[in-house]
C-alpha cells in the first residue's frame, strides 16, 4: 500500500529550457549558444553545486572565469534562472489533494541558485511536506543515498512510496531501491498512475 508520494521537480512539475540561459550567456560573452554548454560540460561545476561541493559564490566566481563572463553575482543568479518557464506541468490541485491525505515530498537535483528562485515563483512547493535537495543531502539521483534520504523523508518503507521523475535512468535508481516508480510523461498520466494506487478525492 502506498503512504507517500515523490515528485521530481525539474521537466514533472517546473518546465525549463536551458538554452534560454545559454543564450543570455552567449550574448554577454560573444561565444555561440553551442559553445557555453561545450565550455561548461568539462568542468564539472554543475555538479559539484548540485551535489553541495561548492557554494554559490565560489561556483559563479569559477564559472564566471571559464566562460570569460562579467557580471555580478545577482546578475549571473538572474541569468541562471531565467530557464524556468512560468506555467507549471502539474496542477497544484493535484498536488493539494495527494498532501492532504499522503506524505507528499520532493526529491530533486537541484541547486540553491535554483531552488530559491523556484521557491519564489511557484506556489505549488507549498504542498510538499518534505524537500530532498540534492546539493542539501550531498548526494544526487540516482545514487542509492539521495533515494535513502527520501525513503526517510517519507517516513515508510521504500515499497510503500510511489516516485515519478522524467529520466529513466533516475526511475531505474529508485527501483533498484525497491521505491515504486514510473516514468513522467504528462500530468494526466501520472495522475492515471496514482489512480492505480491511491485515492485522494
Known sequence: ????????LGRVIVPFDFHRGYARIAALTGLSVEE??????????????ES?????????KQLSAVLNLRCTYEEFCEIWSC??????????????????????????????IHFDMIRANYPHLRHFHALVLSHVAG?????????RQAVEAAGCKPEECFFTDDIPEYIEGALRYGIDAVQFHSAAQIEAELRRRITWD
Do not use: C, H, W
Not at 104 to 110: A, K, P, Q, Y
Open 1 to 8: 500500500m502506498i503512504k507517500a508520494v515523490i515528485f521530481d
Open 36 to 49: 557555453v554548454p561545450a565550455r561548461i560540460r568539462p568542468t564539472g561545476l554543475v555538479e559539484k553545486l
Open 52 to 60: 553541495g561541493q561548492i557554494a554559490p559564490r565560489e561556483f559563479v
Open 83 to 112: 530557464v524556468f518557464l512560468p506555467d507549471a506541468l502539474v496542477p497544484e490541485k493535484l498536488l493539494e489533494g495527494i498532501a492532504a491525505r499522503y506524505r507528499l515530498v520532493l526529491l530533486s537535483n537541484t541547486n540553491a
Open 139 to 147: 548526494a544526487m539521483k540516482p545514487s542509492p543515498e539521495i533515494y
